[in-house]
């Protein structure tokens, strides 16, 4: 059984930063693109950035220049570091990972972790 576990959540003030990380376990053979995504209270969950297994990155046009998305597949873990955090960056965080658990690649979610940004 492969689980994800967030951590690094937490509350902050306005411009500044935090790191989330994601650790996956379990019976893992290999992870493709792994990602983080968010949702704030009474609105859809949407990417913030994702990044391949090559290491290519793509994030949200909000988060562009101030967040910055990286992997350390040794450790089956993926990071989030978010400098000059907003309010409106208030939501779950949930990180997501396509991983091949040895049948075939199926998309595995996080239990999200709360960020919170006081202005």
């Known amino acids: 059984q492969v689980r994800l576990v967030e951590s690094g959540g937490g509350l902050v003030q306005t411009g500044g930063s935090l790191r989330l990380s994601c650790a996956a376990s379990?019976?893992?053979?290999?992870?493709?693109?792994m990602g983080w995504y968010r949702q704030a209270p009474g609105k859809q969950r949407d990417l913030v950035a994702t990044?391949?297994?090559?290491?290519?990155?793509n994030y949200a046009d909000s988060v562009k220049g101030r967040f910055s998305i990286s992997r350390d597949d040794g450790k089956n873990t993926v990071y989030l570091q978010m400098n000059s955090l907003k309010p409106e960056d208030t939501a779950v965080y949930y990180c997501?990972?396509?991983?091949?658990?040895?049948?075939?690649?199926?998309?595995?979610w996080g239990q999200g972790t709360q960020v919170t940004v006081s202005s």
């Open positions: 997501n990972a396509g991983i091949h658990n040895g049948g075939y690649y199926s998309p595995y």
């Open positions: 990044i391949g297994s090559g290491g290519t990155t």
């Open positions: 379990g019976s893992i053979v290999s992870i493709r693109t």
